[in-house]
């Protein structure tokens, strides 16, 4: 009899254990976990967030309550509220955690089209890397995507984050720097979709021919993803958006349109990645590379 109470009590405790794995929740009674249990069980987003406060009030996972609330805000468009609730509590959050923060912050500041705040953490970011601050301190990371772990280098980052600003110069119409930064990150990793928005900026800057090169080598597969159908329909779309007609003669030449503020850009970056580290030998090789590019440009 006390043999057979006992194996129940080991069945029921398997149970439990078989539970939290299946649903991916941590198991107790705290009010990090009962917040989980409610998002990822019950369903009930109002009333996770309400526990994922009383989480971080209680100083109970406050990475992951922080994080997971985040989250949760933003799939319920409370973005704003996400923004204020990651600046009020990220002080109570560890180093390890400030990164992923960022990275929801960067997101949050597009959905809210706060462009300006995303391009200033953008190149925090940029900043970090430089300084050799990212991933703390290590050359890779692991990050997941739907469901699957990856690793990240510090050069395929620079490259992510170089294309982010250059989308979002391009959200203010800011094509010349779009442009510019975008040149960069293909220097770094060339990838065919980075490549279609830089033929979406000559094309918003008049420079037909460049554009059509630009978006034929990603319809002949000359770059990365270019594989996937619908950065080649993407491609082809914006090819059929240059104009036919030559630019005509008294219409600004390539080399002079936006060449003061091309150049202005170019100089402020230039001088960033020269202040980011006032000892050229402490520059990571993936910046070594990226000073080279005004010469480029400029010949």
Known sequence: MEGSGNWTRREIGGDKDLFHVIHKVPSGDTPYVRAKHLQVV???????????WKAINARDRVDSALKDMVMVMKQQDRAEEAIEAIRSF???????????????????????????????????KLHMIYHGDAFNGRTTKTARSHGKKFQISIKQETARI????????????????????????????????????????????????????????????RFPGSDDCKIINKAQELIREIPLQPATPT?????????????????????????????????????????????????
Not at 42 to 52: M, Q, S, T
Not at 253 to 279: C, G, K, Y
Request: hydrophobic share 40%; with cysteine; proline share 3%.
């Open 42 to 52: 019950e369903k009930d987003p109002g009333a996770a967030i309400l526990w994922f």
């Open 90 to 124: 990220r002080h109570l959050c560890s180093k390890q955690a400030q990164e992923s923060l960022d990275n929801l912050l960067i997101d949050l500041y597009k959905k809210c089209g706060r462009i300006e705040e995303q391009i200033q953490l953008l190149k925090q």
């Open 162 to 221: 170089l294309g982010n600003l250059g989308w979002a110069y391009l959200l203010q119409n800011n094509y010349a720097a779009s442009e510019v930064v975008y040149r960069k990150a293909q220097m770094i990793e060339p990838d065919a979709n980075k490549a279609c928005n830089l033929g979406l900026c000559l094309i918003r800057q008049g420079r037909s021919k460049e554009a059509r090169h630009v978006l034929e080598d990603v319809i002949q597969s």
């Open 251 to 299: 219409s600004t030449s390539a080399s002079e349109t936006n060449f003061d503020v091309e150049d202005e850009i170019l100089q402020r970056i230039d001088l960033m990645l020269d202040h980011w580290a006032p000892a050229r030998s402490r520059r990571l090789p993936i910046f070594e590379e990226i000073s080279c590019f005004r010469d480029q440009i400029t010949c």
